[in-house]
Nanobody, 126 residues
């Protein structure tokens, strides 16, 4: 059983930055592709960013490209989402997720991910 715990959310003004972290335990972290998703009020959960198990490949949804950076530390079993130039529309609950079927392609669909964290709230104010 894999446990994922997110941290780092909070309230920030538009244009500011936040750094989200996800700590994994109970599995083989360095074999999993990892993803960050978010869900805004009244909207479906959407893919934000993903990274392969080696860390060699990343992918982002268009709305965050150039502003967000995903990275991982396999020695520490953590994945991080650095969010810069935050916008009001980035307000959402952010979830960390693990795709335990090791592969070279990052999946953007929720159903590809087997384990989820509890989420951390990010609120961007004007």
């Amino acid at each position: 059983q894999v446990q994922l715990v997110e941290s780092g959310g909070g309230l920030v003004q538009a244009g500011g930055s936040l750094r989200l972290s996800c700590a994994a335990s109970g599995g083989t972290f360095n074999a999993y592709n990892m993803g960050w998703f978010r869900q805004a009020p009244g909207k479906e959960r959407e893919f934000v960013a993903g990274i392969t198990w080696t860390g060699s490949t990343t992918d982002y949804t268009d709305s965050v490209k150039g502003r967000f950076t995903i990275s991982r530390d396999n020695a520490k079993n953590t994945v991080t989402l650095q969010m810069n130039s935050l916008k009001l529309e980035d307000t959402a609950i952010y979830y960390c997720a693990a795709d335990t079927r090791r592969g070279w392609f990052i999946k953007v669909g929720q159903t590809a991910y087997d384990y989820w964290g509890q989420g951390t709230q990010v609120t961007v104010s004007s």
